[in-house]
C-alpha cells in the first residue's frame, strides 16, 4: 500500500513541476496577449495591427476610435492622452468631461497594448557633401546629375538602434512652379555607413506628374517597440486631392514595406 502511495505523491509531484514549467514559458504570453495598435495618422491614414498585419480600418471600425482615448502627439510631439472623433477630415480632441482641446499642427494618434516611441526629427538642408549621394541615385534611375527639385531635404536619426546615426535623404521635383522637367521623380533612400538604400521611387514623364503624390517623411515610430524605427512616409497629391500615408520597416538589411499607402481620399 505504502509503495503504490509514494507512486501516486511521485506523479503528482511531476504533474505539479510540469504545471509550473508551463506556466513560466507560456504564461507571459497569455497574458501579454496579441499585439493591437491603431494609429490615427492626420487626416491620411487609420490604420490597425492585431497581431497579424496592418491593416486600414474599414467603416465597422468607427468603434475604435470614436470617443476612445488615444496618446496624441502634435508635431512629433507628446500632447497628452486625449478622447478623440473624426468629422470633415480633420481629428478633434476632448478632455474625459469632453472639454474640447485646441491644437495646432500635424496631428497623431496612438492606442496600443505593447511599448511604441514617437521619434521626433527635423528636417534639414542638404550639403555640398549629399550630391555624391543624390547623383549615385540619379545615375541609378537613368538621370542626369545635378537635378532642380521641389523638395530636398535629409533627416539623421539612429533608426535600427544600434546607436549610429543613418540619414535619410528625401528629393522630389513634383508640382514646379519655375522649371519644367522632363522627368518626375520621388526619391527616399537612407546611407548607413555610406552604403545607399533606396526605400521609396518613382519616376515618370512630366506629362504624368498630376497621377503622382509627392513624397515626404513624416513619422518615425517604434510601433512595436523592438528598438527599431519604422519609416512612415506620406504623398500629397496635387493641389487638394488629397494625400495617403505607407510604413516601412527594417527586416534583416532591408526596408520593406508592411503597410501601402490607400486610395487618395479626393477632395469635393
Ligand atoms: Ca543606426
Ligand atoms: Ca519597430
Known sequence: MKKIEGKYKFALAILILYAILMAIIFGPRIINGKQQTYLLIGSSAKWKYDGDKWRDFTTDDI???????????INQ???????????EKKWYIFENDKTPVNYQGSFL?????????VGAFEEEDLEESDQIYLNQ?????????????TDAYKVSFDIDGDQNQETIY?????????????????????????????IYKMTDAFTNERNHCKIGLQYLIDVDDDSKYELILNCKYYSTMGSCAMMYQKKG????????????????
Open 253 to 268: 538589411a532591408n526596408y520593406r514595406r508592411i503597410k501601402a499607402c490607400k486610395t487618395v481620399q479626393n477632395a469635393l
Open 63 to 73: 468603434s475604435l476610435y470614436a470617443w476612445k482615448n488615444y496618446d496624441i502627439y
Open 170 to 198: 528625401v528629393l522630389s521635383n513634383l508640382f514646379p512652379n519655375d522649371f519644367v522637367p522632363s522627368t518626375v521623380f520621388n526619391f527616399v533612400f537612407i546611407v548607413d555607413n555610406k552604403k545607399v538604400q533606396t
Open 77 to 87: 510631439k507628446k500632447f497628452g492622452n486625449y478622447q478623440v472623433t473624426y468629422s
Open 109 to 117: 494618434g496612438i492606442k496600443s497594448n505593447k511599448g511604441y516611441h
Open 137 to 149: 541615385i540619379y545615375q541609378e534611375n537613368g538621370l542626369k546629375e545635378n537635378q532642380k527639385t
